[in-house]
């Protein structure tokens, strides 16, 4: 705990004085552009990798960047969407998985997760994304894990939780009107690379030739 007691203090005494404007104007409404849904992994740092700042993102995590399907049965993962998109407006919304992924690993060889029926459970959640592989393949078991196969799942598994994502019916309205859209990340830790997919396309391209137009604008356009 030295480390983060020590950044609270660094906090205290050097971020937020610098950037006390910034909170103040935080301090009583929050209007993000973004909600954005990734995993648990504390290699993950949505505001980093985004060059974001507080206020700018909605970020919910949990285990494989998972979002179950809708249903009349009320959880954490609904209830934050339905508000993201309803009550805060979100215009886009990102779905990021990432490379060396413990809970895709899981899914991919549930004996493994003997012992832990809640993370079984939820994973069920992956299970379509990880049997397309295992079928595209003609593999089974351990062999899944071969990284290339993993990474492979890890995409199939953004791709899945984007098509749940569209069951939520506030977000299918939104989608229908053109007043919200989807993407699709996978995060690669080692490189910083991002793969995408969404829009009109299950397919993943890299992040420059996915957001080329929009690159040439911000490029164009002043800070």
């Known amino acids: 705990m030295d480390h983060i007691v020590r950044g609270v203090l660094d906090f205290r005494k050097n971020v937020y004085p610098e950037r006390k404007d910034l909170f103040r104007s935080l301090a009583d409404s929050q209007n993000p552009d973004i909600l954005f849904i990734t995993c648990s992994d504390s290699r993950i ?67 493994a997760l003997k012992g832990l029926p809640h993370v079984k459970e939820w994973l069920g959640h992956c299970r379509s994304a ?43 309205a939104k989608l229908a009107t053109g007043k919200i859209e989807v993407h699709g990340w996978v995060y690669d830790i080692k490189s910083g690379n991002i793969r995408c997919c969404g829009r009109n396309s299950v397919d993943f391209k890299n992040f420059d030739d996915y957001y080329t137009d929009t690159i040439a604008r911000v490029q164009n356009s002043p800070a």
């Open 45 to 111: 740092d949505p505001n980093l990798m985004t060059g974001s700042v507080p206020g700018d993102l909605f970020i919910c995590r949990n285990a494989g960047n998972v979002i179950p399907p809708h249903s009349n049965e009320t959880g954490s993962m609904t209830a934050s969407i339905e508000y993201a998109v309803a009550v805060l407006k979100v215009r886009h919304i990102i779905v990021c998985g990432h490379t060396d992924c413990g809970a895709i690993k899981g899914a991919l060889d549930i004996p």
């Open 130 to 172: 990880m049997e397309i592989v295992r079928e595209r393949h003609g593999i089974d078991g351990e062999q899944a894990l071969d990284v290339k196969y993993l990474n492979e799942a890890i995409e199939e598994n953004v791709s899945q939780q984007v098509q749940h994502l569209r069951t939520h019916p506030v977000v299918a």
